[in-house]
C-alpha cells in the first residue's frame, strides 16, 4: 500500500528536551516536505527537500532541522523544543514540484505537545 | 495580502443542497490548483485538482478556475453529511528561490445539515 508513515503518532514532551519525528514514504517520491498546522494559522511549511541531500527552509524554519540522506525518509528534528512548537505536524510527499500532476500524499500526522 | 485566502466559515448548508467553497490567490502566475478535504484531527486528502480555466467535474465534486479573477472555486452537489469537514485550497507557484512550492489556505469549515 502506498502510504507516508510518521512516528510516533502523539508525543508530550518537556522544553529542550531534544525530540525527533521520523517520516517515511514507500512511493519513491523526490520531494519531500514538513508542514504544521496550528488553528487559523492552516498549513505551513517548515522545511522540504526537492531530492536526497537537497533540502531549503520553508516559511517557518525557525527551531526545526531536517535530513535527507535516503530517499524515503525525511526526519523533523528539534533540537530544543519550546511550547510555541506545540502543534500538529504533517509529512508530505509528491513527485519533483516540476512535475504537472504533483499530487501530495500527507502522513497521518503527529501531535506535539511541549510543556 | 495573504497568498491564498479562503473564508473560515463555517458554511452550513442542508442535506442535498450544493456547497459552494471559494478561494482567491494572490500571484498570477500560479499554475496549479488544488482541493483537499480534512476531517478533524486527520490529515488532507486531495479531492479535487485543476490547471486550467473553465471547470472540471469529478462525480459531485466541481472544481472552478478563473485565473484572470485569480480564483477557483468547489461545488458539492449533493451534499451529504459525510462531507462536513474543512476544505483547503492549495496553490502552486514560483517561490523567491525559483522553485516551485504549494501554498494552502487556511480553510473553510463545511457543515452539512442533515
Known amino acids: 500500500e502506498a502510504q507516508v508513515t510518521q512516528n510516533p503518532r502523539y508525543l508530550i514532551t518537556v522544553t529542550g528536551k531534544k525530540l525527533t519525528v521520523t517520516c517515511s514514504q514507500n512511493?519513491?517520491?523526490?520531494?519531500m516536505s514538513w508542514y504544521r498546522q496550528d488553528p487559523g494559522l492552516g498549513l505551513r511549511q517548515i522545511y522540504y527537500?526537492?531530492?536526497?541531500?537537497?533540502?531549503d527552509k520553508g516559511d517557518v524554519p525557525e527551531g526545526y532541522k531536517v535530513s535527507r540522506k535516503e530517499k524515503r525518509n525525511f526526519p523533523l528534528i528539534l533540537e530544543s523544543p519550546s511550547p510555541n512548537q506545540t502543534s500538529l505536524y504533517f509529512c508530505?510527499?509528491?513527485?519533483?514540484?516540476?512535475?504537472?500532476?504533483?499530487?501530495?500524499?500527507f502522513g497521518p500526522g503527529t501531535r506535539l505537545t511541549v510543556l | 495580502q495573504k497568498e491564498v485566502e479562503q473564508n473560515s466559515g463555517p458554511l452550513s448548508v442542508p442535506e442535498g443542497a450544493i456547497a459552494s467553497l471559494n478561494c482567491t490567490y494572490s500571484?498570477?502566475?500560479?499554475?496549479?490548483f488544488f482541493w483537499y478535504r480534512q476531517y478533524s484531527g486527520k490529515s488532507p486528502e486531495l479531492i479535487m485538482s485543476?490547471?486550467?480555466?473553465g471547470d472540471k467535474e469529478d462525480g459531485r465534486f466541481t472544481a472552478q478556475l478563473n485565473k484572470a479573477s485569480q480564483y477557483v472555486s468547489l461545488l458539492i452537489r449533493d451534499s451529504q453529511p459525510s462531507d462536513s469537514a474543512t476544505y483547503l485550497c492549495?496553490?502552486?507557484?514560483?517561490?523567491?528561490?525559483?522553485?516551485?512550492?504549494?501554498?494552502f489556505g487556511t480553510g473553510t469549515k463545511l457543515q452539512v445539515i442533515p
Open positions: 527537500s526537492m531530492n536526497v541531500e537537497v533540502t
Open positions: 508530505a510527499s509528491s513527485l519533483p514540484m516540476g512535475t504537472s500532476y504533483n499530487e501530495q500524499f
Open positions: 500571484d498570477r502566475v500560479s499554475q496549479s
Open positions: 512511493m519513491n517520491h523526490e520531494y
Open positions: 492549495a496553490v502552486k507557484r514560483l517561490n523567491s528561490g525559483g522553485y516551485q512550492k504549494v501554498t
Open positions: 485543476i490547471y486550467s480555466n
